[in-house]
């Protein structure tokens, strides 16, 4: 009984939740599970997940997972700069932090590009160090 | 040993356009003296700042883009530490991430025109859905 509707369940989610996943490498991907985060942190990701285990619920464990690509490769983004703030701000979590890799499915050299960028990008005052910029 | 430099600067926001451009043009003067020359200067405008830097909550950003060696970054850098109205600054290399990019450019560009060549049919498509990532 219990197993029929763990099955069931995320079966039934999962067109929801494909185009939720949908959005993701788009801008809003940080604002739609940021709220939570507060609260939850980290707890939430860490629990009992394999590794990659992103938040997402309905969309079921072997079932189906949306493979996340590199927002950088698709776009064919180079020019990871500092001074594009928007750009990076989507990879900055509420609290400020360099959002991981293993949530955003940015690749390692891009990610690497990325990080670089937002630590210059905190220096001259564009992103926050810590916090949401008021 | 010709470098290619980024210099952002904030200036506080009670700045008025006659003294920002006054500073501008002293920090510009300084560059040749330096040996370097100045390609751009860009006012990016006021800006709130993400965190109070000094008691401000906004700032005039200004760009600027200079070529020459250390020595140029070194009197601009001092320069802009000792003015008072300026309350930020940073320098970032450039040349070599222009060169970076510009051999990627290349690649995609030889790419694009290889993949056009052999079929002509083909030649019509690919170009524009190839462009338009890249403009994008």
């Known amino acids: 009984m219990a197993d029929e509707t763990k099955v069931a369940a995320p079966a039934a989610e999962r067109p929801a939740g494909a185009s939720g996943e949908e959005r993701r490498p788009g801008g809003d991907r940080p604002a739609s599970d940021r709220p939570d985060r507060p609260a939850g942190d980290r707890p939430r990701y860490g629990g009992g997940r394999g590794p990659g285990g992103p938040p997402r619920e309905a969309g079921g464990r072997k079932f189906f997972r949306r493979k996340k690509v590199c927002k950088f490769c698709v776009e064919k983004i180079e020019d990871i700069n500092y001074k594009d703030y928007r750009l990076l701000g989507q990879f900055v979590a509420e609290s400020g932090k360099i959002v991981p890799r293993r949530l955003t499915g940015v690749c390692a050299p891009h990610q690497h590009r990325l990080a670089a960028a937002i630590k210059q990008a905190r220096n001259i005052a564009l992103l926050p160090f810590a916090g949401r910029a008021s | ?136």
Request: net charge positive.
């Open chain 2, 1 to 136: 040993m010709n470098r290619t430099y980024e210099l952002m600067f904030i200036v506080r926001p009670d700045m008025t356009d006659e003294d920002l451009d006054k500073l501008i043009s002293t920090l510009q003067s300084a560059v040749p003296a330096a040996g370097g020359t100045v390609k751009s200067v860009d006012k990016m405008g006021k800006r709130r700042l993400a965190y109070t830097v000094r008691r401000f909550n906004d700032g005039i950003y200004v760009l600027l883009v200079v070529e020459g060696g250390g020595a140029v970054i070194h009197e601009l850098e001092r320069r802009l530490r000792v003015t008072e109205p300026v309350i930020k600054f940073l320098t970032v290399r450039i040349d070599e991430e222009q060169k970076r990019l510009a051999k990627i450019k290349a690649i995609r560009d030889a790419r694009r025109k290889v993949s056009a060549q052999p079929a002509a049919p083909a030649e019509e498509a690919a170009p524009p859905a190839a462009e338009t990532p890249a403009t994008a």
